[in-house]
T-cell receptor
């Protein structure tokens, strides 16, 4: 069974901390995505990666960075966490021929205090 | 830029009744259209997609959606819902260009009442 695994389901951090959210996929997919999900806003794309070490900004990249050193792993980094980054974060992947996310992880609910 | 509207934020429906979840989009170019479903405490799953060809697309669990270009709609329907269909449903759109990101609607919460 195909899997996108996010390292934490729930995470609580403090304002100003550097936060790492990890995502691993086992499908050999080229494309990986990080989304933020907020009630009434749907999903908003933070960053997209189409290959190792390659990345594209999404709609809301401010305050975030990403790292993709290996094909199966895509990390989201909150450089200095703020309370307005409290949200649900979803990772997704797809193969090269599919520019839409196909498989999602279960999400990380991040609270910044 | 394209956008997606889901007018109904919540839709309660009795078990075995039909349901329609509405989705309208705006775009100046041709689009791909998607419906995703999110069950409680899970990530999203791709339910069905329209890329080209037949305007009526179906999912394996009995949902269908019809692309209506003139009305810029992609409504999701099921003739008889089950308790297990209770979930959040997201409509999404992307432009048919070499690369364009998917834009998601705000979601519709479907609650099936026993």
């Amino acid at each position: 069974d195909v899997k996108v695994t996010q390292s934490s389901r729930y995470l609580v951090k403090r304002t100003g901390e550097k936060v790492f959210l990890e995502c691993v996929q086992d499908m050999d997919h080229e494309n990986m995505f990080w989304y933020r999900q907020d009630p009434g806003l749907g999903l908003r794309l933070i960053y997209f990666s189409y290959d190792v070490k390659m990345k594209e900004k999404g709609d809301i990249p401010e305050g975030y960075s990403v790292s993709r050193e290996k094909k199966e792993r895509f990390s989201l980094i909150l450089e200095s966490a703020s309370t307005n980054q409290t949200s649900m974060y979803l990772c997704a992947s797809s193969y090269t021929g599919s520019l839409w996310p196909q498989h999602f992880g279960d999400g990380t609910r991040l609270s910044i205090l | 830029a394209q956008s997606v509207t889901q007018l109904d934020s919540q839709v309660p429906v009795f078990e075995e009744a039909p349901v329609e979840l509405r989705c309208n989009y705006s775009s100046s170019v041709s689009v791909y259209l998607f419906w995703y479903v999110q069950y409680p405490n899970q990530g999203l799953q791709l339910l069905l997609k329209y890329l080209s060809g037949s305007t009526l697309v179906e999912s394996i669990n009995g949902f269908e959606a019809e692309f209506n270009k003139s009305q810029t709609s992609f409504h999701l329907r099921k003739p008889s819902v089950h308790i297990s269909d209770t979930a959040e449903y997201f409509c999404a759109v992307s432009r048919k260009t070499s690369y364009d990101k998917v834009i998601f609607g705000p979601g519709t919460s479907l609650s099936v009442i026993p």
